[in-house]
């Protein structure tokens, strides 16, 4: 199993661009989950998914879009960029969405917005 | 309001001592502990979780943790910390009923000296 991969490792935009950020598992998980980090302040919660059709927003969830239209692939879209999105961006997924379900991280997305 | 507390920044200790990283926690509920580390340029990997039962948990790489539940407490030790252990480690938590929601700490960079 690949685990859980993400789309680009690095990217640049200027502010007002747009673009998804990929992320896909293999291990067939209903859960998954975007998570910006930013320093100082360890992992926030952007979105978040149980399963396919089913969306939900975490703690900081302005300024992004998802959508799960299959079990595979949680794309993070960010729809007019801003200079205080620029972080790392981390996917992750579970099994389930339950509580004791330990979350699988994707090596990150670095983004920079200019 | 769920939190966790990660009260040091970093931590300096020599290859051969032990270690301890420090988290404390804040929920209502019974909670679900998790600790991760992530080295340079890279994504979280999960080290160890408390569910339930044993007080001592052990994980990965030599590692365990201490749930306190009066001090509300969930401390990340090894008996002997090698160079390779440099690295930012965080603590995370969930609760029942809280679907999905890690609620991270902000970290804490443990650098092991030769």
């Known amino acids: 199993n690949a685990g859980v991969t993400q789309t680009p490792k690095f990217q640049v935009l200027k502010t007002g661009q747009s673009m998804t950020l990929q992320c896909a598992q293999d291990m067939n998980h209903e859960y998954m989950s975007w998570y910006r980090q930013d320093p100082g302040m360890g992992l926030r919660l952007i979105h978040y998914s149980v399963g396919a059709g089913i969306t939900d927003q975490g703690e900081v969830p302005n300024g992004y879009n998802v959508s799960r239209s299959t079990t595979e692939d949680f794309p993070l879209r960010l729809l007019s960029a801003a200079p205080s999105q620029t972080s790392v961006y981390f996917c992750?997924?579970?099994?389930?969405?339950?509580?004791?379900?330990?979350?699988?991280f994707g090596p990150g997305t670095r983004l920079t917005v200019l | 309001a769920q939190s966790v507390a990660q009260p040091e920044d970093q931590v300096n200790v020599a290859e051969g001592n032990p270690l301890t990283v420090k988290c404390t926690y804040s929920v209502s509920g019974n909670p679900y502990l998790f600790w991760y580390v992530q080295y340079p340029n890279r994504g979280l990997q999960f080290l160890l979780k408390?569910?339930?039962?044993?007080?001592l948990v052990k994980g990965s790489y030599g590692f365990e943790a201490e749930f306190n539940k009066s001090q509300t407490s969930f401390h990340l030790k090894k008996p002997s910390a090698l160079v390779s252990d440099s690295a930012l480690y965080f603590c995370a938590v969930r609760t029942s009923g809280n679907t999905g929601k890690l609620i991270f700490g902000q970290g804490t960079t443990l650098q092991v000296k030769p």
């Open positions: 992750a997924s579970s099994r389930r969405g339950d509580s004791t379900d330990t979350q699988y």
């Open positions: 408390y569910i339930t039962g044993d007080n």
